[in-house]
């Protein structure tokens, strides 16, 4: 089944220790992205990968780390977690050439930093 | 700043109604945008994209209208069904690179039976 995958679902940490959500796609697709959703705020960007070794900042990269050594993981680092980036977090893919398209998104985890 | 909104934050149809989503954006550079739809507890599903050398595009009993002169975007669900009830956003891609997006606030569409 073609699908995104996240983990954890749900993370419950504390300020400061290093945690790491991984993402990963079986549909071969060349973009990944990763936004984080807070009420009101909709969805916003934090990093996005045209390809392997290839990322760029999105919106709201602050306090937060990617890497993309290979085509179907793309895992979002926190090096020193703090409250306000207790959020939802979805990753996504799309194997549009040149740009997201039709993305399609993994299930979310729910990341709670205390 | 440059930002995509949403003139309703919510709607409410009658089950076989239209609806029609609204959004605005405010990069006239932007040449890219997509809908998406987001239901409850679920990640965002893609419903259909449109680009800025185009004015309409359909699907299946979606339609998207891209106005560039007053830069608003519209989707327009025909017959609309409780199954169409969750939030539906809109996002922009602003030209510079087309890995980046940026997503409206959503519009909660809720459809009565």
């Known amino acids: 089944e073609a699908q995104v995958t996240q983990n954890p679902r749900y993370l419950i940490t504390v ?18 992205s990763w936004y984080r959703q807070d009420p009101g705020l909709g969805l916003r960007q934090i990093y996005y990968s045209m390809n392997v070794e290839v990322t760029d900042k999105g919106d709201v990269p602050e306090g937060y780390k990617v890497s993309r050594k290979e085509k179907r993981n793309f895992p979002l680092i926190l090096e020193s977690p703090s409250p306000n980036q207790t959020s939802l977090y979805f990753c996504a893919s799309s194997f549009t050439s ?5 993305q399609y998104f993994g299930p979310g985890t729910r990341l709670t930093v205390t | 700043g440059e930002s995509v909104g949403l003139h309703l934050p919510t709607l409410s149809v009658q089950e076989g109604d239209n609806s029609i989503i609204n959004c605005a954006y405010s990069n006239s550079a932007s040449d890219y945008f997509i809908w998406y739809k987001q239901e409850s507890g679920k990640g965002p599903q893609f419903i259909i994209d449109i680009r800025s050398n185009m004015d309409k595009r359909q699907g299946q009993r979606v339609t998207v209208l891209l106005n560039k002169t007053v830069k608003h975007l519209s989707l327009q669900i025909a017959a609309t069904q409780p199954g169409d009830s969750a939030v539906y956003f809109c996002a922009e891609n602003k030209g510079t690179s087309y890995g980046k997006l940026t997503f409206g606030q959503g519009t909660i569409l809720t459809v009565h039976p």
């Open chain 1, 98 to 102: 040149g740009g997201a398209g039709e």
């Open chain 1, 15 to 32: 300020t400061g220790k290093k945690l790491t959500v991984t993402c990963s796609q079986n549909m071969n697709h060349e973009y990944m």
